[in-house]
Nanobody
């Protein structure tokens, strides 16, 4: 069983930055690709970013537009999402998720484990 705990969310003004963290336990962290998703009220959960088990391969949703960066520290069993130039449209609950295997996952059903989420609110 894999446990994931996100942190780092909060309230920030438009144009600001936040760094989300997701700490894993109960697993061999480097066995898993890691993803970030987000879900705004009344909307479906959507893919934000994915990083391979080694950290050498990263993928982003188009709307990220070079504003976000995903990274991981396998020694600390933690994945990060650095978010810059935040916009009110980025307001959502952000979730991290773990996926076994090497392939990139962009759909929620492709992930095996989920954290509880952390709220990000961007004011205009």
């Amino acid at each position: 069983q894999v446990q994931l705990v996100e942190s780092g969310g909060g309230l920030v003004q438009a144009g600001g930055a936040l760094r989300l963290s997701c700490a894993a336990s109960g697993c061999t962290f480097s066995d898993y690709g890691m993803g970030w998703f987000r879900q705004a009220p009344g909307k479906e959960r959507e893919f934000v970013a994915h990083i391979s088990w080694s950290g050498r391969s990263v993928n982003y949703a188009d709307f990220v537009k070079c504003r976000f960066a995903i990274s991981r520290d396998n020694g600390k069993k933690t994945v990060y999402l650095q978010m810059n130039s935040l916009e009110p449209e980025d307001t959502a609950v952000y979730y991290c998720a773990a996926r076994g295997g090497q392939r990139v996952g962009v759909r929620p059903y492709e992930y095996d484990y989920w954290g509880q989420g952390t709220q990000v609110t961007v004011s205009s």
